[in-house]
């Protein structure tokens, strides 16, 4: 009988573990996109792991259209 219960204890603290550390991740990765997202990080643009759904902060004038992906465009054309 204790030998089942150390098993339990163990199979639950390690899930229980490993769901702080899937949500603690996530807290630090939302921290530190918001972090790169209030310095005006332009390697965002190119991160393959970040993907930006609207754009809000583009110069007047400007149009948001649907499904077309936002790309970088060169001061040196």
Known sequence: MAFESLINFLVITGTVLLICFI???E???RWRL???MAAGDESLLDDGA???????DAPEG???VPHT?????????
């Open 23 to 25: 949500l603690f991740r």
């Open 62 to 64: 400007s149009v948001i």
């Open 27 to 29: 807290v630090v990765k």
């Open 69 to 77: 992906p936002a790309t970088r465009i060169d001061e040196n054309l």
């Open 34 to 36: 918001g972090l790169r």
């Open 50 to 56: 970040v993907s930006m759904k609207t754009i809000t």
